[in-house]
């Protein structure tokens, strides 16, 4: 079976003289619990997986950049103890004002609520740009701002607050490729998996690592080196299938939200429309039906398979 080893930092790829990635080496920290893993040591393995998160360190060390033309989200939290610990669903807030509510611009993005148990909401808003550059929106003073203005028996306040706030990156729209070559696998937040729609990212992560392991399970059982490299590079091709269509119809539904006036004209209008407001639902959420389904499974499947994957 597997050997998961704690308390061991890996701190870059080993590769043949050529470029395929062999390995990893790795030093032990203060919280190593194996035997004969004293000081800085290497590993080898058929086939390398790069699942650690947005910095990738494995994929930028042998030069998978991300793709600055790709979708970026920021997204902050804190938990707050509160009486909406007791809600039944989660909230979301379409109305994120860079300033003073009903006076400034909305940001494309969204508020969330969510019960997490033992007296504890999740709070937080996540915003997203379809560049990766860096914007000059400060996400904390927003949040702030949202805090200011949401009711006070909500208990929102920092003597309720529990932790400290907490941002991160979102990388999405597969802003980081190809996700596999030479010996090395991107999963998840490393391959840039986010929904540019919605900022999940979780779900992506998952099912990235089932479409792995399905592949990495039948590399294992070719005889030949060119029938393992065969099957290994039906996982980008798997993913694109799942996802590509969907996340370049998210690259322009971004492009669009980025612009305060159309934002307004879609929270001003949209929102009071059921029909409309359903078909956004399963959009945004990722909840529609691959196959089958209703009249929105349908008209989204339409979409996706009309413009090109990502």
């Given at each position: 079976?597997?050997?998961?080893?704690?308390?061991?930092?890996?701190?870059?790829?080993?590769?043949?003289?050529?470029?395929?990635?062999?390995?990893?080496?790795?030093?032990?920290?203060?919280?190593?619990?194996?035997?004969?893993?004293?000081?800085?040591?290497?590993?080898?393995?058929?086939?390398?997986?790069?699942?650690?998160?947005?910095?990738?360190?494995?994929?930028?060390?042998?030069?998978?950049?991300?793709?600055?033309?790709?979708?970026?989200?920021?997204?902050?939290?804190?938990?707050?103890?509160?009486?909406?610990?007791?809600?039944?669903?989660?909230?979301?807030?379409?109305?994120?004002?860079?300033?003073?509510?009903?006076?400034?611009?909305?940001?494309?993005?969204?508020?969330?609520?969510?019960?997490?148990?033992?007296?504890?909401?999740?709070?937080?808003?996540?915003?997203?740009?379809?560049?990766?550059?860096?914007?000059?929106?400060?996400?904390?003073?927003?949040?702030?701002?949202?805090?200011?203005?949401?009711?006070?028996?909500?208990?929102?306040?920092?003597?309720?607050?529990?932790?400290?706030?907490?941002?991160?990156?979102?990388?999405?729209?597969?802003?980081?490729?190809?996700?596999?070559?030479?010996?090395?696998?991107?999963?998840?937040?490393?391959?840039?998996?986010?929904?540019?729609?919605?900022?999940?990212?979780?779900?992506?992560?998952?099912?990235?690592?089932?479409?792995?392991?399905?592949?990495?399970?039948?590399?294992?059982?070719?005889?030949?080196?060119?029938?393992?490299?065969?099957?290994?590079?039906?996982?980008?091709?798997?993913?694109?299938?799942?996802?590509?269509?969907?996340?370049?119809?998210?690259?322009?539904?971004?492009?669009?939200?980025?612009?305060?006036?159309?934002?307004?004209?879609?929270?001003?209008?949209g929102l009071p429309r059921k029909r409309l407001m359903k078909l956004v639902t399963k959009l945004l959420s990722d909840g529609w039906e691959r196959r089958g389904g209703d009249g929105i499974d349908h008209f989204i499947q339409l979409l996706t398979r009309m413009v090109p994957e990502a």
């Amino acid at each position: 079976g597997a050997r998961l080893l704690t308390g061991v930092t890996v701190t870059g790829p080993v590769t043949s003289p050529t470029g395929r990635v062999t390995g990893v080496e790795a030093r032990p920290t203060n919280r190593v619990a194996y035997p004969g893993i004293e000081g800085p040591t290497t590993f080898t393995a058929p086939l390398v997986v790069d699942a650690g998160g947005v910095s990738a360190r494995l994929a930028t060390a042998v030069g998978r950049i991300k793709n600055e033309r790709r979708p970026m989200g920021v997204a902050v939290r804190a938990y707050f103890r509160s009486p909406r610990a007791k809600d039944a669903w989660m909230e979301s807030r379409l109305e994120l004002w860079d300033g003073t509510p009903g006076k400034s611009d909305l940001l494309p993005g969204y508020g969330w609520i969510w019960s997490v148990g033992e007296g504890l909401v999740n709070v937080g808003l996540g915003s997203v740009s379809s560049r990766a550059q860096a914007t000059s929106i400060d996400y904390r003073a927003v949040f702030n701002r949202w805090m200011d203005n949401v009711p006070a028996s909500w208990g929102f306040t920092q003597e309720n607050q529990v932790g400290g706030l907490v941002s991160a990156a979102l990388p999405m729209a597969f802003n980081r490729k190809p996700h596999y070559a030479d010996g090395l696998m991107l999963l998840g937040d490393a391959g840039g998996m986010v929904s540019p729609f919605n900022g999940e990212g979780i779900a992506q992560a998952l099912m990235s690592g089932r479409l792995a392991a399905q592949a990495a399970a039948q590399a294992g059982a070719r005889t030949t080196t060119s029938g393992r490299e065969q099957v290994l590079a039906q996982y980008p091709k798997a993913l694109s299938s799942e996802m590509g269509g969907y996340y370049t119809l998210g690259r322009v539904f971004v492009a669009l939200i980025e612009h305060p006036e159309v934002m307004r004209l879609c929270t001003r209008y949209g929102l009071p429309r059921k029909r409309l407001m359903k078909l956004v639902t399963k959009l945004l959420s990722d909840g529609w039906e691959r196959r089958g389904g209703d009249g929105i499974d349908h008209f989204i499947q339409l979409l996706t398979r009309m413009v090109p994957e990502a």
